[in-house]
């Protein structure tokens, strides 16, 4: 039979699924109204990925993100306050202010930190693994990773380092199709990423990426398979960006009707119509709930973006070095 | 005291290190039985075991991601490469994030890597298993850099290097057998400190690694000139003791810059840049200051020619020379 959420874990799933989506939308808002500045990458569309992946593993297990690691960062349980306050540059950010939109860190909630060039994390998060394992510690990492980084060697060498190692890392593909306009079709030698595994002696699977339950329990069974067989596992996940790359990207690379038939398979919309046909969730509460958690993130953006406590280059200096020598 | 040879001493600094903390392992290729590519590692696995020596496939940028993220999760991780012109194979890991995430972080993690590899010509291995890459890493913020060139100040940078918070790149010369009496007791030379290696009154040469013997031998036949030369031996790159340098430049009056690297947009030229725009040192100079470095071509195989490359005792001692017939 397949997995169902309980009454109450779908509704936060589903909670949890549009605070990524509103906290992005935001974000996007605010870079076109120049109130940010730089550049920030979007997952509006792979939220059933940001939700389905951090609350289905153990708290004290570690992830590793990429330069698109908004939804991963909330999921893992940083707060839209110290994300906003980050992506104004403020002091009182997850990084104060030095990281920005692509590298959200926290690691009170066991979130590494994300490395944005594509790839570089996977060996980062094995590594990560590997101190685990020789603490005989019960914890995994995730390693996030997009359909373009797949192609880096340093993915491929990671993946032959955890498997000879035995390493607990959970390889999780995030595949959204694209690579920046490149389309995996065209850049990634087979059909699914996950059918690598085998070749480096890993066992792999591939599932539905819009679908929030799918991914949750995908997640669950790859998170087992690693702790009891000691094992890393590769999960490719198949999801769609709607957004653009980042800031400036006007979606040439692809059809309006193929972003159409994305978007009739929004994984918002369909856990929303699971829980409603379940009656776990009625049309009022839902829209309750979008406005509760839209008015929420306006009123945080709101506030941060009249604040103007930031880092002086004194204080950005002393994070170059560690003040401590070696005695 | 005890004699040991530069090889010894690294292992030596380091087998101390890992039997006082278990978190410390050294990973790398062919570390193990084999012990390693320069004979640096040979025992540390049969003393210590699979848990804190760590031999992995051929994947340089991997492993020193690996090491990265084992450091960010409490390891001190010593990585070796094989060649230091496989550096640019580890060349993401280490300035894309050893030398960024504790900025990037704004001090939440440290990443505290050494990583080993040795530099330099001479061993007849052509092009790409003989250069000296330290100035690609040079002006990355965030990275530490040091180069031994005695047995005495390789264990004891060594034992710094892994207590270090910071990542250090530690980056060894090819005289691996060259001996020296050596303190037995636990010591360690400070990351940014400079050695006089030799005084000397007339002129100074200022370099590091291998090349200090270079320096050494040019001072010894320049003395029959009658010139008194000091050898500095910067001992770290990064951070580079600017005051022993400024110090010894007003002491002498007169600089050579020594290194085997090539002379175009190498070290050296960050020395020259430190001298002349400290006033004092400036004017304290009775000649302008001579870049005496390796050739800037790639090493060629022929032995004759690879001779030539990197800079000889007689190319020092012409400089000076000619600094005194002005």
Known sequence: ?327 | MIKLSYREAIRQAMMEEMERDPDVVLIGEDVGCYGGCFQVTPGMIERFGPRQVIETPVSEECIVGVAVGAAMMGMKPIVEVMYGDFSTLAADPLINHAAKIRFMSAGQQSVPLVYRTPMGSGTGAAAQHTQSLEALFTNVPGLKIVYPASPTDAKGLMKSAIRDPDPVLFFEHKLYGAEELVPQEDYLIPIGKADIKRQGSDVTIITYGKTVFTALEAARVLENDEISAEVLDLRSLRPLDTEAILASVKKTGRVVVLHEAPRFGGFAGEIVSTIVEDLEAFSALKAPVVRVCGLDMPTPFNKNLEQQLPPSSKRIIESVLAMFRG
Not at chain 1, 34 to 39: L, P, V
Not at chain 1, 111 to 120: K, T
């Open chain 1, 1 to 327: 039979m397949a997995f169902e959420f309980s009454r109450t874990q779908g509704r936060e799933i589903l909670s949890l699924m549009l605070r990524s989506r509103f906290l992005e939308e935001k974000v996007e808002a605010l870079f076109a109204s120049h109130a940010m500045h730089g550049t920030t990458h979007l997952a509006v569309g792979q939220e059933a990925v940001h939700a389905g992946v951090s609350p289905a593993l153990d708290p004290d297990d570690w992830i590793v993100t990429t330069h698109r690691c908004h939804g991963h960062t909330l999921a893992k349980g940083a707060s839209e306050e110290a994300m906003l306050a980050e992506f104004y540059g403020l002091s009182q950010g997850l990084a104060q202010g030095l990281g920005g939109s692509m590298h959200m860190i926290d690691l009170e909630h066991h979130n590494a930190g994300s490395s944005a060039v594509v790839g570089s994390g996977v060996p980062i998060a094995t590594g990560m693994a590997l101190q685990l394992k020789r603490k005989a510690s019960p914890n995994l990492v995730v390693a996030f990773f997009g359909d373009g980084a797949s192609s880096r060697g340093a993915v491929h060498e990671a993946m032959n380092m955890a498997s000879v190692m035995n390493l607990p890392v959970l390889f999780l593909c995030e595949h959204n199709l694209y690579g920046m306009s490149t389309c995996a079709r065209d850049m990634v030698s087979v059909e699914s990423i996950a059918s690598r595994g085998p070749g480096y002696g890993i066992e792999s699977l591939m599932v539905d990426g819009n679908d929030v339950e799918i991914v949750y329990s995908a997640v669950q069974e790859a998170a087992r398979y690693i702790r009891e067989q000691k094992r890393p596992y590769l999960l490719e996940v198949r999801t769609y960006r709607f957004s653009g790359h980042s800031k400036n990207d006007k979606r040439t690379y692809r059809t309006r009707k193929e972003e159409q038939e994305w978007l009739s398979r929004d994984p918002i919309e369909a856990l929303k119509k699971k829980l409603i046909s379940r009656g776990h969730l009625i049309e009022e509460e839902y829209n309750l709930m979008e406005d509760s958690i839209r008015s929420r993130i306006d009123e945080i953006a709101d506030r941060l973006g009249d604040q103007h406590e930031e880092l002086d280059l004194a204080q950005a200096a002393a994070y170059v070095y560690s003040p401590e020598v070696a005695e």
